[in-house]
């Protein structure tokens, strides 16, 4: 057994296995979800992601030879998000007159997404590293990765909060948002962006064009709010 293992693990320490097992681990969660018509409880990040973890705690190999062989995935996440500047340049006159009510909603969502994270993770007895890693989940990956270290955070765990809060958020904001009577599609994507990030942007692009601009539009703007606020706000309570 030990043999057939090592063998394995030699076969497959390529960087180009782990990216082709993300690769057909979303492509097979894709076909999942489209033979489900598309339900919310297949959707193919919760299939890839189980697949890849699945993979991972069967075979032998560690989250970091996985990490590192898959660094030009998450390379590529920055220049996704900076493409996300297409369908908001297509927006941008709903966006400049609705300017107010955007800068209003960034500033209580953003410190609301953040509060209720650190606030449930306190209820349940969490410790300070625990609390910093759950003040990002409502940040982009590549953004929270930097705030992430610069605050002091547990960094897997941190992106680990905003997977599941992508994928959840995504899933459960729409319908959610529809029982509160919420439907007009600006406002329900700004919800999604700024509490789902990746997650509620795709899922809102799935619904409307209009709702995925604003939920991109939330996203970009909660990220830079986040960076700009959140260091200030950890340094100014741990200095107390």
């Known amino acids: 057994m030990a043999n057939w293992y090592e063998a394995l ?5 390529s960087p180009l296995f782990f990216i082709f097992l993300t690769l057909a681990g979303y492509q097979l969660g894709l076909w999942v979800y489209g033979k489900s018509g598309r339900k919310t409880l297949f959707h193919p990040l919760i299939w890839a992601t189980g697949l890849v973890a ?17 660094a030009p995935l998450y390379m590529l996440l920055g220049p996704a998000t900076v493409a996300l500047a297409v369908p908001l340049e297509r927006q941008f006159e709903n966006i400049r007159q609705l300017a107010v009510p955007i800068l209003v909603s960034l500033v209580i969502g953003g410190v609301a997404v953040a ?3 650190v606030a449930i993770a306190a209820a349940a007895g969490g410790n300070l590293v625990t609390l910093l890693s759950t003040a990002t989940k409502g940040v982009t990956t590549p953004v929270t990765l ?3 270290e610069g605050i002091g955070s547990n960094i897997p765990l941190a992106v680990a909060m905003v997977v599941i809060c992508g994928i959840y958020g995504g899933l459960a904001g729409p319908p959610m948002l529809r029982f509160l009577g919420i439907t007009e599609p600006r406002a329900t994507g700004f919800a999604l962006g700024i509490n789902s990030h990746a997650g509620g942007v795709a899922r809102a692009f799935e619904l409307d064009i209009r709702m995925g ?3 991109s539009l939330a996203m970009c ?20």
């Open 54 to 70: 699945v993979a991972l705690k069967s075979g032998p190999w560690s989250y970091e030879e996985f990490r590192e062989g898959t």
């Open 146 to 148: 930097g705030i992430a």
């Open 221 to 240: 703007l909660n990220a830079v709010f986040s960076s700009a606020v959140l260091p200030w706000i950890v340094t100014l309570i741990l200095d107390k």
């Open 9 to 13: 693990a030699q076969q497959t320490s």
């Open 213 to 215: 601009s604003f939920a």
């Open 115 to 117: 509060g209720m994270g």
